[in-house]
């Protein structure tokens, strides 16, 4: 399925609804974001909402966990072993399912 910029943006304002009163953001990101389009999938990266009291990844993935249900922890190796990635197929009508890939960042410290 193809899904467009246009078709895209009420599915992440709805999803950054849900996770701002549960203390994240989201951001777009991938094909859907710098070409308009994607017949892939939609790509958006979750974050910490408030930097004095930041959440760890696990954190993010268990609200994703929450909002999702059905979703599945699909970290791998075919992305370096930097991030979290999150699938959920998201229903877009009665015949198309639309791909979502949630990808959360590690943050690491530099050693003291």
Do not use: W
């Amino acid at each position: 399925m193809t899904i467009t910029l246009e078709q895209a943006l009420p599915i992440v304002r709805g999803i950054e609804y849900e996770l701002a009163s549960r203390g994240a953001h989201c951001a777009l990101g991938g094909s859907v974001l710098h070409r308009g389009e994607s017949a892939k999938d939609l790509d958006i990266f979750v974050y910490p909402r408030n930097c004095h009291r930041t959440q760890t990844p696990e954190e993010l993935l268990g609200i994703l966990q929450y909002l999702f249900p059905a979703g599945r922890d699909v970290t791998n190796d075919d992305y370096p072993g930097d991030r979290i990635r999150f699938v959920v197929m998201h229903p877009m009508s009665a015949e198309a399912v639309l791909k979502i890939e949630f990808f959360i960042f590690l943050h690491r410290f530099p050693a003291q």
